[in-house]
C-alpha cells in the first residue's frame, strides 16, 4: 500500500464578522459578558435563548443601534466598533429585519425597497427594486401599502428591503414569529433559499430550539449574557457541553449518581466518566429516544405512569421500579402504548451525555 501523504489543507474562509470580547451593561444588569464569535461569509448562525439572554441586545451592537461598552465589532476587515471607532448603523453595509417587519405605513410597497436605496440613480435604483422584488416572490405587489399586505407578504417585503441594499451580513430579529404555524415553515424554507441563492450570510435571532435545530449552519446558545454551546445543530443536539443547553435543545431525562472510580452508576447502566472526581455528583443525560423496550428481565423494569400522543410518536413517562427514578421513551405512534403497563427497558450507552458539577449550572 502506498504511503498517504496530506494534501495541505485550504485555505479557511476569511470570517465575514468578527465579534471580540463583546460586553454590555444596563445598570445592575449584565446582558452580555465577553461575547466572542465569528462568521464565516455566507454563513447562517442562529441566535437561540431563552427571554432576556442578551440575543436582541448582541444584534443591537452588531447592527450599531446600541453600543458596546467593551470589545469590538469587524465587519470584511473593517472595524465598525471598537476603541475609539463608531460606525453608524446606514454606514456598516448591515442589513436588519424587526420582528414586527417595520415597513412604513405610508410608503408603497416600492417606495419601501427604494428607501435603502437612496442617493443611487433613479433608474438604478427602480431596476433594484423590482429585481429584490421578483427574487423574494412579490413583485405583482409592488404599488400596494402595507395595509394591504397578508403576514407572509410583509414578511417578504422586509426581506426585499433589507436585501436590496446588497448587505454584507443580514441580521434577523425573530422574522418567522409573527407567522402562523403552516406559513412559517414555507417562509422560512423560502428565505433560507433566498439567502444562500444571494450568498447573504445571516445572523437569525430566535427563541425556538427547532427552528435554530433546522436553518442554522451552526447555533449560538446564549444564557445570562454568555454563549452557553457555540456548533453545528446536530452536535449541539447530541453532544451538548452543558446540562443546560441538552435541555433547551429538546426533551430528555437526567439521572443523578455519585462518581466512582471514573465511572458513574445510574439506575440504566454505568458510564464513563474518567474526567470526573471521585465522589462527585453527575448526571446522566439522554434523549427519550435513547431508549428501547424490552422484556422486563432483561432490561430495567418500568410502569407506564403517563403516555402523550406527539403525532409521529408516542412519549411514555415511566417509573423505574427499582429505584423509583421517572424516565421518558418515544415509540412509533403505530405501536398502542396503552397495552404496556409493566415493561422493560433498555437505553443505548452511546446516546448517553454525563454532566459533572460544572456542567450543570
Ligand atoms: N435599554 C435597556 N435598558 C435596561 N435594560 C435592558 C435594556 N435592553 C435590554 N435590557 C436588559 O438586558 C437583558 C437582555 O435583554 P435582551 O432584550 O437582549 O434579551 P433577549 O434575549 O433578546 O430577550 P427576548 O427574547 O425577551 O427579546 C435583559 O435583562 C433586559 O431586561
Known amino acids: 500500500m502506498g504511503r498517504m501523504t496530506a494534501a495541505p489543507l485550504p485555505p479557511a474562509p476569511a470570517p465575514a464578522l468578527v465579534l471580540d470580547a463583546l460586553s454590555r451593561r444596563f445598570g445592575a444588569v449584565t446582558a452580555l459578558e465577553t ?7 455566507g454563513e447562517i448562525l442562529c441566535l437561540l435563548g431563552a427571554s432576556g439572554c442578551g440575543k436582541s441586545t448582541l444584534l443591537r451592537l452588531i447592527a450599531g443601534i446600541e453600543r458596546p461598552d467593551s470589545g469590538t465589532v469587524t465587519l470584511s476587515g473593517r472595524v465598525l466598533s471598537g476603541p475609539g471607532v463608531f460606525v453608524e448603523p446606514e454606514a456598516r453595509g448591515i442589513g436588519f429585519m424587526f420582528q414586527d417587519y417595520a415597513l ?72 418567522f414569529s409573527n407567522l402562523d404555524q403552516g406559513l412559517r415553515e414555507t417562509v422560512r424554507a423560502e428565505t433560507l433559499a433566498l439567502l444562500r441563492q444571494m450568498r447573504v450570510g445571516a445572523i437569525i435571532v430566535t427563541h425556538d430550539p427547532a427552528e435554530a435545530l433546522a436553518v442554522a449552519d451552526r447555533l449560538a446558545l446564549m ?79 418500568a410502569r407506564v405512569t403517563a403516555c402523550a400522543f406527539l403525532g409521529a410518536q408516542e412519549r411514555l413517562s415511566l417509573r423505574l421500579e427499582e429505584s423509583g427514578a421517572e424516565v421518558q421513551l418515544d415509540l412509533p405512534a403505530a405501536q398502542p402504548p396503552r397495552a404496556l403497563s409493566r415493561i422493560g427497558v433498555r437505553l ?14
Open 223 to 301: 444564557h445570562r449574557g454568555r454563549i452557553e454551546a457555540l456548533a453545528e445543530p446536530r452536535q449541539v443536539y447530541h453532544s451538548p457541553p452543558t446540562l443546560y443547553a441538552a435541555r433547551f435543545l429538546g426533551p430528555g431525562t437526567a439521572l443523578p449518581g455519585v462518581v466512582r472510580g471514573g465511572v458513574l452508576a445510574t439506575p440504566l447502566g454505568r458510564f464513563d466518566a474518567p474526567d470526573l472526581a471521585e465522589g462527585a455528583a453527575a448526571v446522566a443525560f439522554f434523549r427519550p429516544q435513547a431508549l428501547s423496550l424490552c422484556d422486563p428481565a432483561e432490561g430495567a423494569a
Open 348 to 361: 443505548d450507552p452511546d446516546a448517553v451525555r454525563v454532566f459533572g458539577p460544572s456542567a450543570q449550572m
Open 104 to 175: 412604513f405605513p405610508h410608503l408603497s410597497v416600492a417606495e419601501n425597497v427604494a428607501f435603502g436605496l437612496r442617493g443611487q440613480p433613479r433608474g438604478q435604483v427602480q431596476a433594484r427594486v423590482a429585481e429584490v422584488l421578483a427574487v423574494a416572490g412579490v413583485g405583482s405587489l409592488a404599488e400596494r401599502y402595507p395595509h394591504m399586505l397578508s403576514g407572509g407578504e410583509s414578511q417578504r417585503v422586509a426581506l426585499a428591503r433589507a436585501l436590496a441594499p446588497r448587505p454584507g451580513l443580514l441580521l434577523m430579529d425573530e422574522p
Open 35 to 41: 461575547i466572542s464569535l465569528s462568521l464565516a461569509e
